[in-house]
């Protein structure tokens, strides 16, 4: 391999991407892939979607650019106009971004901008989860909870108050499902009064975990009780459905779950499915009123509102539509899942399977009783997802427990994927696992859960 001038997290290398179409990627080199992450959960309607290339090669034909201060164009107009159509009443007002980390900086700024027109000058804090993870900017990394995308630039950023994500099933108490999702929700309150309501602004929150806890859903009790203690103080609820949204969990937002009522959404990922680098902002209409009435919002990127990225995001949504691809990630997404709990009974040390619709997680454990993490040491996170490359399967994995110990491995192919390429997953997955297991030393052998 030729010295590359790149660099990225690491200085790792990897084949170089010759093509892709659907659930496929080929390296120069004529091996293929299966997407079976969608990138990181990127890729919802697959790859070199025809219609999405035909959408945006017209648009490339008209006008690839034009500044929003100079132009209005026509793609960012529809594809906001179909995107507030997709969102919960009031929350009708959207701002394109390039991706989830700017999504998000615009988020906490249009949230702290309406708290200063509005007379609330006092709220700037922004409680958020640990384990989370909001991106890389300084402004996101502050609402983070994964100890190594924060660590270095603790002094750079104010960082912001965190209570733990409802992690249940990690928890060994008496409690009932629901009761323990009322017990994390309860931190939110103390939080809230521990910091002075008055200077809360806003509670940001994944309704279904990213890669920061792999897919993780708390109770249905927690959904209920968090807004409550949102309205009740006053504290903004910002979702970030960066991975979550344009279909992933079986919805178009993860929130519908639970008939959320956010005031501010953020969307990346698949909005635009990676064939454009594009993101949105949904906010309620009567925070972006407000602002506006006070001079406008005092943020915003050169690419907003791009042609070209937009044309894509409006042909993807458009087939995530026309397609019923939402319905297949329900579908799919419940197939795959009781596949992967299957898993449990040949590999002990598979501890959970959780996540809905296609964004899907397994957790490795050393004990499935107590829950104890694999040992750091043994890499877990990294061997496995090397197994499944060797074989031409990607999946995607991270450390479970803000980012330290614990591994997890996300499933999450394109919302177009069919019972046929499940079954050629699992099948790829069940070798991966295999080898894994004999290398590490893992035992195979059916194991009887007793909690
Ligand atoms: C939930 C969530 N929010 C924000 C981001 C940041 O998005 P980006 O990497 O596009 O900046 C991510 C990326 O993984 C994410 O998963």
Redesign the pocket.
């Known amino acids: 391999m030729s010295e590359s001038h790149l660099f990225y997290q690491t200085t790792s290398r990897r084949p170089r991407v010759a093509r892709s179409e659907g659930i496929y990627l080929w390296d120069t080199g004529g091996k293929r892939y299966i997407d079976a992450s969608s990138g990181?959960m990127v890729s919802n309607i697959g790859h070199s979607n025809p219609r999405v290339l035909a959408a945006m090669k017209q648009q490339m034909d008209r006008a690839t650019f034009a500044y929003r201060l100079h132009f209005e164009n026509d793609a960012a107009e529809s594809l906001a106009t179909l995107t507030a159509s997709l969102m919960p009443e009031g929350v009708d007002r959207i701002f394109f971004v390039s991706?989830?980390?700017?999504c998000?900086e615009s988020c906490l700024k249009l949230a702290r901008q309406y708290a200063v027109v509005s007379g609330q000058a006092s709220r700037w804090k922004v409680i958020s989860l640990f384990p989370s993870?909001?991106?890389?900017t300084l402004g996101?990394a502050a609402v983070t909870g994964m100890h190594q995308f924060v660590e270095p630039f603790r002094q750079m950023i104010r960082e912001m108050p965190k209570i733990p994500a409802a992690t249940c099933y990690l928890d060994r108490d008496e409690l009932t499902h629901e009761e323990r999702g009322r017990k994390y929700a309860a931190m939110l309150r103390e939080e809230i009064e521990r910091q002075g309501p008055e200077t809360v602004l806003a509670f940001i929150m994944?309704p279904v975990g990213?890669?920061s806890t792999g897919a993780l859903v708390a109770p249905d009790s927690w959904y209920r009780e968090i807004q409550n203690i949102c309205r009740e103080y006053g504290v903004l609820l910002i979702t970030?459905e960066?991975?979550t949204g344009a279909g992933r969990t079986g919805r178009f937002l993860a929130s519908e779950y639970w008939d959320m009522q956010p005031d501010i959404i953020?969307m990346?990922?698949g909005f635009a499915a990676g064939y454009a680098p594009l993101?949105a902002m949904a906010a309620h209409r009567d925070i972006v009123a407000v602002v506006m009435e006070h001079g406008g919002f005092a943020h915003g990127y050169t690419y907003a509102g791009n042609p070209l990225a937009c044309a894509a995001g409006l042909a993807v949504l458009d087939e995530l539509i026309q397609q019923d691809l939402i319905g297949n990630a329900a579908a799919r997404g419940a197939r795959l899942k009781s596949m992967l709990t299957g898993l449990m009974d040949r590999y002990p040390f598979i501890g959970d399977v959780r996540g809905k619709g296609l964004l899907l997680a397994f957790e490795l454990v050393a004990d499935r009783d107590t829950m104890e993490p694999l040992p750091v040491e043994l890499n877990a996170h990294i061997r496995l997802v090397e197994e499944a490359y060797q074989r031409g399967l990607i999946i995607y994995s991270r450390r479970t427990r803000g980012g330290t110990i614990g591994d997890h491995f996300m499933v999450c192919p394109p919302l177009i994927v069919t019972d046929a390429d499940l079954d050629e997953i699992l099948r790829l997955l069940i070798d991966s696992l295999d080898a894994f297991a004999k290398s590490a030393g893992l035992p195979t052998t059916p194991h009887k859960v007793t909690s």
């Open positions: 990181p991706g989830g980390s700017e998000i993870y909001h991106g890389s996101a994944e990213g890669a970030d960066v991975m953020a990346a990922k993101g």
